[in-house]
């Protein structure tokens, strides 16, 4: 098949005017100008999006699809207690549920253009649900507990949860990771057990770090409302929480956390130079979520100097419940403006770089990069085609000009994994949207009581 659009968005090299991409099977064949492609494969039969955007499907770096159905239901709450209505909002769900919301998350994702993913969960119905909807990327169990005399205990439990997980994602375009929550969830020597465990079996690691300032105030002096609502919430008040007197990102270094070689950290916000150089230090990848970190007041990561460091960096939209949308084209766009508010001035931050980060960025994050992340030969088939006809678009005269600066969701009108077809135009060729749609309406009336 010969896809062809007004402009090709390789990544990798300047965007193509007039260009055309090749498929084969499951991957790329050939990347280049429409007329020098339909010469070189005559017999391949034309799709034509016009005025459109060709370029990789979109990589969200940190997703909670299962928390879709908390769209709304969690606004205006500064971090702690959005996480706090957010666990006690959880308890109403019957596994039923959380199938639904996590469908509603695929649902979303796939018509906004997202192809891979990076998702923690803590039911293991975002695994069920990116399986049968056909997304590709790594699904991370999720590990809790701050009882010390219960490590071995909830290690064995993850190991069985992590090897049937695996079992359930062979021959998907899936692998299974773990998630040792965040500091606030996850003991020292769970820490510690986890990241032994995941260096023994090469499992990829995920977790929130530094996000919030009440973060680092139970880090480092056991005060916050982590310290004292959230655990009492959780039932861990008995449990001694020893103020560390340092920052999150030194901290979980000491106990290990860091070391086993795959670790991607979520938020990053709140981090200075030295924290910063520790996470060089162990090649960690970071989770860049500017929406969800700005709407709860956590505040404005210091992106310039993460990416001065050389870090591998891709974009996050964490979920629905703390983000609203799934996005990328607003969470580009905000990332951007935040970013030149910040560090008040323009130079550093182009459109050109934040579709990098959305796209091969996230890829480099979650160690896929060499299979998709841009469009070039013998790359897995990740691509989307992006509508850039409307008013609020034209003219355009730079592609990633429109798509940061005017683009959303809404624009997105094709949507392949794998050389499969997932959304064309308003229709998901696997996911019902209206059965998914219908059994979000009572899941939100059971959470509003
Ligand atoms: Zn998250």
Not at 144 to 161: H, L, Q, W
Not at 324 to 347: S, Y
Not at 408 to 413: A, G, P
């Amino acid at each position: 098949m010969l896809l062809k659009a007004k402009w090709v968005l390789p990544i990798v090299q300047k965007p193509i005017e007039d260009g055309a991409v090749v498929i084969g099977g499951d991957k790329i064949k050939s990347v280049g100008k429409f007329e020098e492609l339909k010469e070189k494969y005559p017999t391949e039969k034309i799709k034509d999006f016009g005025q459109a955007v060709l370029m990789p499907g979109f990589v969200d770096a940190h997703s909670h699809l299962e928390y879709s159905v908390f769209r709304g239901l969690c606004d205006d709450l500064s971090f702690s207690y959005w996480k706090m209505q957010l666990t006690r909002k959880s308890s109403k769900l019957s596994d039923e549920d959380w199938f639904y919301s996590a469908k509603l998350g695929a649902l979303e994702a796939i018509s906004s253009g997202i192809t891979s993913i990076a998702d923690s969960t803590n039911t293991g119905a975002s695994l069920k649900a990116a399986k049968e909807a056909g997304l590709r990327g790594i699904i991370f169990h999720e590990v809790v507990g701050m009882d010390n005399s219960k490590v071995d205990e909830t290690i064995s439990e993850a190991k069985k949860f992590v090897s049937s997980w695996q079992a359930e994602a062979s021959g998907t375009n899936l692998e299974i990771g773990v998630s040792p929550y965040s500091v606030y969830a996850v003991s020292p020597p769970l820490f510690q057990a986890v990241s032994h465990w995941a260096r023994e079996e090469g499992l990829k690691v995920c977790f929130h770090l530094a996000g919030s300032l009440d973060e680092c105030e139970f880090v480092k002096y056991g005060s916050s409302s982590l310290a004292t609502l959230y655990l009492e919430q959780m039932g861990w008040s008995d449990f001694l929480w020893q103020p560390m007197g340092v920052s999150p990102v030194k901290y979980v270094e000491q106990w290990d956390a860091l070391e086993s070689g795959k670790v991607m950290v979520v938020h990053c916000v709140q981090v200075s130079d030295a924290d910063i150089d520790i996470l060089k230090k162990y090649d960690v990848s970071v989770v860049h979520c500017p929406k969800c970190s700005a709407k709860l007041g956590m505040g404005i990561a210091p992106l310039e100097k993460l990416l001065r460091q050389n870090l591998k960096v891709g974009m996050g939209m964490d979920s629905p419940a703390s983000n609203n949308t799934l996005d990328m084209f607003d969470e580009m766009r905000v990332g951007l403006l935040l970013q030149r508010g910040f560090e008040e001035k323009v130079d550093g931050f182009s459109a050109e770089k934040f579709i990098g980060l959305a796209t091969l960025g996230g890829a480099q994050v979650l160690g896929i990069d060499s299979e998709v992340g841009s469009l070039e030969k013998s790359k897995k088939a990740d691509l989307i085609a992006v509508d850039i006809s409307r008013t609020y678009q034209s003219p355009v005269s730079d592609p990633c000009s429109a798509l940061v600066y005017t683009a959303n969701q809404e624009d997105v009108i094709f949507t392949m994994v794998g050389g499969k077809v997932l959304y064309e135009k308003g229709k998901y060729s696997i996911l019902d949207k209206k059965d998914v749609l219908s059994k979000a309406e009572p899941i939100r009336t059971k959470l509003k009581s």
